[in-house]
């Protein structure tokens, strides 16, 4: 079989396009989160928190001791938390993703507790402050809002957090917390 040198020309230069694009895809870096998801690296690491809280607005207060596991996951695209709540002679155990939303411009945490409740909350940080906007729903779906604020030390290692909340038009402090970083996070 003959071929003419149009068709071998073609065919050279057809495998050198793709041999180029395989080499162009392999040369590819990966993708790298934003530098604006690395704001919540404030939280990485293990920390310690106790205080008091109150679950309700007639509630009785009382003594709570929070610890938080805060790393970097999926390529340093989200931060995982993995939190135990101890108080009122419970245990509760949460689970919560933070990320930043590129669409919105928005720093954003989903959470999800032990209980069959959820939260979603959209994040602001200014200097050694963290504010946070939530609303939580229990596992009956009731909802409740909150406003979390988060102030760090200067070199990050411990903090003081308040969150004040209000159900069904009634407000009240759900926490008062203080604490340090045992381990700085990755």
């Known amino acids: 079989m003959r071929r003419n040198a149009s068709t071998v020309q073609f065919a ?24 604006e998801v690395r704001k919540w690296d404030i939280f990485a690491g293990d920390w310690n928190l106790s205080g008091v809280a109150q679950d309700a ?30 108080g009122n002679g419970q245990e509760s155990h949460a689970l ?10 928005a ?13 979603n909350l959209t994040a602001s940080f200014q ?24 102030e760090f030390s200067s070199d990050h290692n411990s903090l003081s957090g308040t969150q004040e ?7 009240w402090t759900t926490f008062r917390v203080k604490g340090n970083r045992s381990k700085a996070g990755v």
């Open 57 to 86: 607005p007639s509630a009785t207060q009382y003594k709570v001791d929070w610890s938080l596991h805060e790393r970097w996951i999926l390529g340093g695209f989200f931060m995982q938390v993995d939190q135990v709540w101890k």
């Open 12 to 35: 050279v230069l057809f495998v050198i396009f793709f041999v180029g694009i395989a080499s162009a895809a392999a040369q590819t870096p990966p993708p790298s989160p934003s530098p």
């Open 165 to 171: 909340c209000e159900e069904n038009g009634k407000r």
């Open 127 to 150: 200097d050694n402050t963290v504010t946070e906007e939530s609303v939580s729903k229990n596992p009956a779906g009731q909802p409740t809002t909150c406003h979390t604020t988060f």
């Open 107 to 119: 720093h954003v945490s989903s959470g999800f507790s032990d209980d069959g409740s959820t939260w």
């Open 96 to 105: 919560e993703i933070l990320s930043y939303d590129p669409v919105k411009k």
